[in-house]
């Protein structure tokens, strides 16, 4: 059969996409909003002239964004911003406009208010919207670790809600006890402090402390006026010995730069002095060397003892090119100055650029240095202006041994300039510190790390992640892994496995009551376990709000393009959305080729008059 094909225009019509979003967050029933929320959902599906004009789409919202099947209230957090990017994205190129059912308070996320969205948003505010006198602990930052008997910072954002000029009292509570207080007073205009102190770490292991600022006359809501954090305190004394061929002011620099940190301490002994007491120190810091220094090399060499070499004018390089330690320099009897170019890719310790490359140049023989092992160069040298890639500073790591060489004597100068420059020793110290931490270290790698707070709010997510690797310390996806959680309290255990993603195990808890809780993450068929505390508070961070964020979905709308209502007002939102112009059903035509064959009832009547002709032709002798 010829087969041909027969061409047919269909037109179809597209109903703009009216996308409801409804905030499913525990804020909502804490306004008693939960059931007006519901009301007016069923008055918008019901609605016949919304329906004939668009087409409704449903989606509810905490954490993420998910088809609406039915509304729980039990979500804690809120991500408005991810929500309506999210919807954005759906429908891109499309006409769909946004009804934003919450109470516009965000918990996590980028701030809605400055989003960019294609669709116009309209909010429908729920919530009290009545304002209220109220203070709040906005952010509290706090580092999670310290070392014993050093301070630590703390630093907290107070916020004030009110018209009158109010005063109260923010104190930090160690074990009941408190650790710091401090009056504060706020005004309309001046509503905002900002509060940092230190605090010193007196007891070894997790420690959690307690910042809260006194309730004022006529607050309605408290339990934003406390955060709970915690610091784990580590006990880890750090010994470290300087060798020395002569006295130099360098010596005293780094003393001081170093035992800023409190659980270190600095020995300086002059080469002469030296009775082999190595084994004692974490770290042999070698300054200006000579063959005097052949005893503690070998030493150093045999024990794998981690060191610092600092070259200068007095080292005897031919010394050094003899032992073979990995390091030689063709060094002539001149004095050069060389500067410090900072590598921004160096990966061994995390290091920010504190200003090297103005700092003044360091002295040292002339000579080409020559490396012969692995290493990673943080400052490279600069001769009167000119870079080389000739190494000023670098670090090594063999055979789980650390070291590191400092090609140049005075940087004592190098303190001196950080203090001018920021009228602190601080950004110095913090680089010796990091450079002293990296070497003194003499832990191994571990196959297994764990990623977890110590701290979640009451009915949280806790998400956990695992990092496990083979004995080679490459990621390994074969294992499996589980999580066993014990209640200090109630002594209930609950195991949990864990799920591989991209190149981490992750697992996510919920549903765990208040209280102290211990954990062991294992690696099943293997030896190999790790053990974790984290807390649950009661408090809630979606009760931290006092009223709706009517101002901030005011001005979503006015950058969207929508309009503002409120619980009550739906006849008013259906009469805008129903006039709305630019909410208008388009229509396409389509273009289409049918084979002659796909029409069977085509093809039995040319059928059947095919074979009403042969029978013809056949009676008629034709055929």
Do not use: C
Request: charged fraction near 25%; charge should be positive; hydrophobic fraction near 35%.
């Amino acid at each position: 059969m010829i087969n041909p094909t027969i061409k047919r225009n269909e037109n179809i019509n597209t109903k703009p996409i009216l996308s409801v979003l409804v905030d499913n967050s525990v804020s909502i029933p804490f306004f008693n909003d939960d059931k007006n929320i519901v009301t007016l959902l069923q008055q918008i599906k019901e609605d016949e002239g919304l329906n004939d004009k668009f087409e409704i789409d449903e989606y509810s919202f905490g954490k993420n964004l998910n088809i609406l099947d039915s509304l729980s209230f039990k979500e804690n957090e809120t991500n408005i911003s991810k929500a309506i990017g999210s919807v954005n994205q759906v429908y891109n190129n499309k006409i769909a406009p946004i009804l934003l059912l919450t109470d516009g308070n965000q918990t996590i996320g980028n701030d809605y208010e400055f989003i960019k969205s294609n669709q116009k948003v309209y909010p429908i505010v729920f919530g009290d919207t009545a304002q209220y006198k109220d203070l709040r602990i906005s952010q509290l930052n706090v580092n999670k670790y310290s070392y014993l008997k050093n301070k630590f910072p703390v630093e907290v954002l107070l916020n004030y809600e009110g018209k009158e000029n109010v005063s109260s009292v923010f104190s930090i509570y160690y074990k009941g006890k408190t650790a710091f207080s401090k009056r504060i007073s706020f005004t309309s205009d001046n509503n905002s402090k900002t509060i940092t102190t230190n605090l010193t770490s007196t007891k070894e292991g997790l420690q959690y402390y307690t910042a809260s600022i006194k309730k004022i006359n006529g607050e309605k809501n408290t339990k934003n006026n406390t955060k709970n954090f915690s610091v784990e305190v580590i006990d880890e004394q750090t010994k470290i010995l300087v060798l020395t061929s002569i006295l130099h002011p360098d010596l005293g620099a780094l003393k001081k730069a170093i035992e800023a940190n409190k659980q270190r301490s600095v020995e300086v002994k002059h080469i002469d002095n030296y009775s082999n007491e190595i084994k004692y120190y974490q770290l042999v810091m070698l300054y200006n060397i000579n063959n005097k220094f052949k005893p503690v090399l070998n030493e150093i060499i045999s024990s794998k003892v981690n060191y610092f070499l600092i070259s200068g004018v007095k080292t005897d390089w031919n010394f050094i090119n003899k032992k073979q330690i990995g390091i030689s320099k063709k060094a002539i009897n001149q004095v050069e100055n060389y500067s410090a170019f900072y590598e921004n890719s160096f990966l061994t310790f995390l290091q920010k650029d504190i200003g090297f490359n103005q700092f003044p140049p360091l002295q040292d023989q002339f000579g080409e240095v020559k490396i012969a092992k692995e290493h990673q160069t943080l400052l490279y040298q600069n001769i009167n202006g000119i870079q080389t890639k000739q190494p000023l500073l670098a670090t090594f790591e063999e055979n789980n041994q650390k070291s590191a060489v400092l090609f140049g004597q005075g940087i004592w100068k190098w303190r001196a300039a950080s203090f001018l420059n920021g009228n602190s020793f601080q950004d110095f110290d913090e680089f010796i510190g990091n450079l002293v931490q990296y070497l003194a270290s003499n832990k191994k790698r571990n196959r297994l790390d764990i990623n977890a707070n110590t701290l979640y709010p009451a009915n949280s997510t806790i998400n956990i992640s695992a990092f496990y690797t083979d004995k080679n310390y490459q990621f390994d996806a074969r294992a499996n892994l589980e999580i066993t959680i014990t209640n200090n309290n109630s002594k209930k255990v609950a195991k949990f496995p864990f799920s591989l993603i991209n190149n981490s195990y992750q697992t996510e808890i919920e549903n765990l009551s208040s209280g102290d809780y211990s954990y062991i993450v294992s690696v099943l068929g293997q030896n190999i376990a790790k053990k974790g505390r984290f807390k649950i508070t009661e408090y809630q961070i979606e009760e931290e709000f006092v009223n709706a964020n009517s101002n901030k979905l005011l001005k979503l709308a006015d950058k969207t393009g929508g309009k503002r209502y409120y619980k009550n007002q739906f006849e008013e939102l259906k009469k805008e959305l129903l006039a709305e112009k630019s909410f208008y059903t388009t229509q396409k035509s389509i273009t289409k080729e049918q084979n002659l064959i796909d029409w069977k009832w085509i093809l039995i009547i040319a059928i059947s008059l095919l074979t009403l002709e042969w029978f013809i032709r056949k009676y008629y002798g034709k055929i």
